[in-house]
């Protein structure tokens, strides 16, 4: 079955630094890859996506790109701020459509820290 | 997410109660999801529902949960006889229609099973 492996955590950054997480899964097909964002007592936003081989996500200054011969969606920002703070979950989805379209496979997520 | 409300936000229960945990989607959706996070763990998708309708329940559990829609009010995921392994956060989503895995989750009702 599907599966997404995300970096152990937690990752524990200064503000400014690059940070990288790294997301790999292994699906049948050709899935779309999510990058979702949880801060502390709310509920999943969605951050960026990618529905096919070599498209780029990016949202406020986070990117990842879908890569098809490695299987991987690694997210990254070169500049991390405080506020960035927050757990990190990539999460793969079945384009087939029809009632699967919101059954996603999620990774155990990342917990970020960044200090000022 | 705005627009999703879920209720409880925490709710405490003992071995052997049951549990009832509610969610109303975004304004003008009539579908939700509901996933559950376990302890250091990732978001595990449980069922899809459609008002009145269940049409995906391939990750509940076979025993003791339930999940329904009703034509009026919310959608209720039921737990009965709880046990510790239940203490979790349970997530509902509305999706947005036709854009794959595009999900609004509520903020969570975090069981806590004594």
């Known amino acids: 079955g599907d599966s997404v492996t995300q970096m152990e955590g937690p990752v524990t950054l200064s503000e400014e630094a690059f940070l990288t997480i790294n997301c790999t899964y292994t699906?049948?097909?050709?899935?779309?890859l999510f990058w979702y964002v949880q801060y502390p007592g709310e509920g999943l936003q969605l951050l960026l996506k990618?529905?096919?081989?070599?498209d780029k996500g990016s949202n406020k200054g986070f990117e990842a790109t879908y890569r098809k011969e490695t299987t991987s969606f690694h997210l990254e920002k070169g500049s991390v701020q405080v506020s960035d703070s927050a757990v990190y979950f990539c999460?793969?989805?079945?384009?087939?459509?029809?009632?699967?379209?919101?059954?996603?496979?999620f990774g155990q997520g990342t917990i970020l820290t960044v200090h000022p | 997410n705005a627009g999703v409300m879920q209720n409880p936000r925490h709710l405490v229960r003992r071995r052997g109660q049951e549990a009832r945990l509610r969610c109303s989607p975004m304004?003008?959706?009539?579908?939700v999801y509901w996933y559950r996070q376990l302890p250091e763990e990732g978001l595990k998708f449980m069922v899809y529902?459609?008002?009145?309708?269940?049409?995906?329940e391939s990750g509940m559990p076979k025993e003791r949960f339930s999940a329904e829609f009703p034509k009026e009010g919310p959608s209720i995921l039921r737990i009965q006889q709880v046990v510790r392994g239940d203490s979790a956060a349970y997530f509902c989503?509305?999706?947005?229609?036709?854009?794959?895995?595009?999900?609004?989750f509520g903020e969570g009702s975090r069981l806590t099973v004594l």
């Open positions: 699906a049948t097909g050709y899935p779309s």
């Open positions: 529902l459609q008002k009145e309708n269940i049409i995906d």
């Open positions: 999460a793969l989805g079945d384009n087939a459509g029809g009632t699967s379209y919101g059954k996603l496979t």
């Open positions: 304004k003008g959706h009539s579908h």
């Open positions: 990618a529905t096919k081989a070599d």
């Open positions: 989503a509305s999706p947005l229609q036709g854009a794959t895995g595009e999900l609004f």
